[in-house]
């Protein structure tokens, strides 16, 4: 399994928005001026953040996205199903897959399918709030969202 830049792009904003945004909306020029990534894709990988209940949208002046559920609850296995769709190392492995003419006769069958569920495992056991964990003991600086600040 190769992961495409949606998943890695789509965490890595997702990351972004909790990091530095928490509760607030995060506007996609932000998001994408940090993490350097085309705001037209980040926009493509949204949707599909939207429509499995990762992420939620506000209009207007103070809108931008926010997460639709804590970053205790958002897991990597969360995104990487809502970008790829399934995580299956090999076609004819775990359920989904294609069918298999050497089903339950194939001595290889039984690694992939093993190697699938300790992947699923690992990617579940890391949550939103695990990377900003990781990213405060990296020491990397929050921005505080500009729309907010007021100078007199």
Known sequence: MRLSTKSRYGLRALFDIAYNAGTQPAQIQDISRRQEISPRYLEQIFQGLKKSGILKSKRGPQGGYCLARSPEEITVQDVIEATEGDTLLVDCSG??????????????????????????????????????????ALGIKREQDHRFMYFI
């Open 95 to 136: 359920k989904g897959g294609k069918e298999c003419g050497f089903d339950g006769t194939c001595v290889t069958q039984t690694v992939w399918e093993e190697s699938n569920q300790k992947l699923n495992e690992f990617f579940s056991s890391i949550t939103l709030k695990t990377l900003c964990e990781r990213g405060e």
